[in-house]
């Protein structure tokens, strides 16, 4: 090899080196989705989990953790508007058995917060524990968040996500009017103050614009059972299909883009998806996901 | 204020009335079991107006007409011994003053009041819970005393986290067994406050003039107690003051101003019997009506009283139609006329309300509708699984439903606004309404269609529609649209409450443990 060989060869190694060690990287960190079925739920909630590496890859000993179930509405846990008492408890439990100072769970419903508490029976099921909150919204705790996004510039987000250590997502898969499907992207709306009606005439990238801001270290979707049509908040059994499924992931798009399948379309077809992974949130195209059965 | 038996016993009412106003509250549990409007089931006058102007029974107000037999029995011992009104005037009379008694409401002042009330009653205009003493105790405590009470609360609580931040979770446990048991939920403000209030403090600036002032020469309901008193085989031996002492005259909270005891006016509060220094008093049958005046006011007041009710009854009937269309009466409610017969105006509903949707009507209902409830969905909505306000009305003027039946009771009818609706005026998509639409069926719904932006590209946009026979007028939508101020969707009043049909509220399964 003669000198000029050898310096063109350096230098296009030198040049196509960052792309290559970021393509290797990227092989290396597949967005992994585990998917665990039973009717065990919390069983199957710890199982999913622990494919995707375990509570005590998140939850350092002493953190504060956020764990956000999706309780807006008042309806009871059969009508699957709300996150399954089940699962919301085993993740709370995972995180303490993590060793979590403590858990906070909460949500900004959309009926009487004291209605939803109660009716979406998660409040009853973490009575008791200890190191565990379960408390309304309080109003003053909202503080106004640059987000520099596309659409929202700023917004009130909940001061509780802000200065936890790790935030936790833990939505229901459900049909929704607007957005079609509301999973983990959606859910963020429930750390946001202010008119969030607002947000609807650009859900897409207001949704894109406050996940940007506020990571999703895990994402985990009960799809134990799903609400097919009139959601947000159905109320009709006949709405309902019981899947008996925990989705795992720390892609929240991802962890998106696989419960879309559960309803049979694509993710494509879901806008809010498509926009966060085009903002780079995460993958969305299914032949790029390791999808694994805990 | 010596405690005896009958000070202690209005002691207790009063705690009883105060406990059961701050339980009159969502606290958890869908059923409320102990509500204040337990003292207006067993108000007389709520009883005596209500036959009158609904010309039929309720159940619910069994307690009054024992109540009423009682009286007949024993005599007016209700305003001595449980009105908490009463019992609030006992506690601060002594720190005022008193001038002499206002010459112009003695006599027959009080039937003056009462009879119009009762006769305006019967020509269905049914007022008696504007001076129901005890109505208007609790509008002052909901509308302004309760709403400062948490307002102060509150507000303290927000400027300690302003202070100290994170760290005031430490007192979070003492707050919240405050909030959770005697705060109410959330701050709201209502019209006729001050109103409310004044007349509370009116009532209290009367013992400036002398004891018991109101209960003796205005309160209706005493009037009527009194009247029904002198049925009452017991009174007070002897009836006259004795003349080699006659301390009665000044124990006595209400008579005596002839140098007799009226027994219509004799509350049993048993100061004289007590305090006597010769013993000589005592209650007991006896046949004699001596010391009472006739049994039956003057002709001419009696019949001056019809005529004024009458007259009370036509010309404040005048509503204005533009009115009408935002009169949205709580659920269950389905006729106006037959609910302005029962409402008692006590405010219970209004402070019951778990989304604080009711407020007391000041000039929308006309003036026969004044402190009448009066759903306002910009400020709250009727609660799709919520029953509580008709739990809590003491008259069933809103009927007390099982929720399946109360979630399709119809309120209003919902309406678009096309002018300001986002869909429509700004081609945009938004849907928040939808959303909310508890009905499982949803009231309302939208459509894919191409329209023209105002950018001048066509685009697809969702445009919502009502499905007007199965929306129930809850009016969660107008409360949530996003647009400030006016909302671009809005629940007008119907004369047709026909409820929407079964099947559009869905299959509901048997409400089970929380886990299935």
């Given at each position: 090899m003669d000198r000029r060989t050898f310096i063109k060869a350096t230098g296009t190694a030198l040049l196509l080196a960052p792309t290559l060690i970021k393509e290797v990287l990227a092989a290396h960190e597949q967005s992994l989705v585990a998917v665990a079925e039973g009717t065990d739920y919390a069983a199957i909630t710890r199982k999913a989990i622990n494919t995707v590496g375990g509570m005590k890859r998140f939850v350092k000993p002493g953190d504060v953790v956020v764990v956000k179930p999706n309780m807006g509405w008042d309806r009871s846990v059969k009508f699957a508007a709300n996150t399954h008492p089940l699962v919301v408890r085993a993740v709370v439990e995972e995180c303490l058995a993590a060793g979590a100072k403590k858990v906070k769970v909460f949500d900004n419903t959309c009926n009487d917060p004291r209605r939803c508490y109660v009716n979406s029976g998660i409040e009853a099921a973490l009575k008791g524990m200890k190191g565990v909150e379960c408390k309304h919204i309080e109003t003053e705790r909202f503080r106004k968040v640059a987000l520099n996004g596309t659409f929202l510039k700023e917004w009130d987000l909940y001061d509780e996500v802000l200065s936890a250590n790790v935030y936790i997502n833990v939505p229901v898969a459900k049909h929704h009017g607007l957005s079609k499907l509301t999973l983990g992207l959606k859910n963020v709306m429930g750390i946001m103050g202010g008119n969030r009606g607002y947000i609807h005439r650009n859900l897409d990238a207001a949704l894109a614009d406050v996940n940007a801001h506020v990571k999703s270290h895990l994402t985990v979707i009960d799809a134990t059972r799903i609400l097919t049509a009139h959601g947000p908040q159905g109320g009709n059994i006949a709405d309902v299909r019981v899947l008996n499924k925990v989705i795992a992931s720390t892609d929240i798009v991802a962890a998106d883009a696989y419960?879309?399948?559960?309803?049979?379309?694509?993710p494509s077809d879901i806008p809010v998806t498509v926009t966060a992974y085009k903002r780079g949130l995460g993958e969305m195209n299914l032949d790029k996901i390791k999808v694994v059965k805990a | 204020m010596k405690l005896t038996t009958a000070r202690i016993c209005q002691l207790i009412f009063l705690a009883l009335f105060l406990i059961l106003f701050v339980q009159t509250e969502y606290r958890g549990r869908d059923d409320i079991n102990a509500a204040v409007n337990a003292f207006f089931r067993a108000d007389p006058l709520v009883l005596f107006s209500y036959l009158l102007a609904a010309k039929s029974w309720s159940w619910l107000l069994l307690p009054a007409a024992l109540m009423t037999v009682a009286t007949l029995v024993l005599g007016r011992f209700f305003c001595g011994w449980i009105c908490p009104l009463g019992t609030l005037l006992d506690l601060v009379t002594s720190k005022i003053r008193k001038s002499t008694p206002i010459k112009a409401l003695k006599g027959n002042f009080k039937y003056w009041l009462l009879l119009p009330l009762l006769s305006a009653s019967?020509?269905?205009?049914?007022?008696?819970?504007?001076l129901d003493p005890i109505a208007i105790l609790l509008r002052a405590m909901t509308f302004l005393l309760y709403p400062v009470l948490g307002l102060m609360s509150r507000e303290g609580w927000v400027g300690l986290y302003r202070m100290i931040g994170e760290r005031r979770d430490a007192l979070a446990p003492a707050y919240n067994l405050i909030r959770d048991n005697l705060l109410p939920f959330r701050d709201t403000q209502y019209p006729l406050a001050l109103l409310s209030t004044a007349i509370l403090l009116g009532i209290i600036a009367l013992e400036r003039f002398e004891t018991r002032n109101w209960c003796r020469n205005i309160c209706p309901l005493g009037t009527l107690l009194g009247w029904l008193a002198r049925f009452s085989p017991f009174s007070r031996v002897p009836q006259l003051l004795c003349g080699d002492c006659g301390k009665c005259r000044e124990m006595c909270p209400t008579s005596f101003d002839q140098d007799v005891l009226h027994k219509e006016e004799c509350i049993l509060c048993m100061e004289c019997l007590q305090g006597c220094p010769h013993e000589r008093i005592s209650f007991r049958?006896?046949?004699?009506?001596?010391?009472?005046?006739?049994?039956?006011?003057?002709?001419?007041?009696?019949l001056g009283g019809m005529a004024g009710g009458l007259l009370l009854a036509l010309p404040i009937c005048f509503r204005y139609p533009e009115k009408q269309s935002r009169l949205l009466r709580p659920p269950g409610v389905r006729s106006e006329d037959d609910f302005l017969k029962k409402c008692v105006r006590c405010g219970e509903c209004m402070k019951v309300c778990l989304k604080n949707a009711l407020y007391p009507s000041a000039y929308q209902a006309g003036l026969e509708g004044i402190y009448t409830p009066l759903l306002i969905p910009r400020l709250g909505y009727c609660e799709y699984n919520c029953t509580l306000c008709g739990q809590v009305c003491p008259t069933g003027a809103i009927p007390p439903l099982p929720v399946e039946t109360k979630r399709r009771e119809v309120i209003g009818k919902a309406v678009f606004d096309k002018n300001h609706c986002l869909p429509f005026a700004r081609k945009i998509d938004c849907?928040?309404?939808?959303?909310h639409c508890p009905i499982p069926e949803k009231a309302i719904r939208s459509r894919d269609v191409q329209v023209m932006g105002l950018d001048g590209l066509v685009r697809t946009v969702k445009e919502p529609y009502i499905v007007e026979e199965i929306c129930n007028g809850c009016g969660i939508c107008e409360n949530v649209c996003p647009l400030e101020t006016k909302a671009g969707i809005e629940v007008f009043a119907v004369k047709n409450r026909t409820?929407?049909?079964?099947?559009?509220?869905?299959q509901e399964a048997k409400e089970s443990s929380i886990y299935h």
């Open positions: 419960a879309t399948t559960l309803f049979g379309m694509r | 019967l020509f269905n205009i049914n007022l008696s819970g504007l049958p006896s046949l004699k009506l001596n010391g009472c005046g006739p049994l039956l006011p003057e002709r001419r007041v009696l849907i928040v309404c939808e959303e409820p929407i049909s079964q099947s559009s509220v869905g």
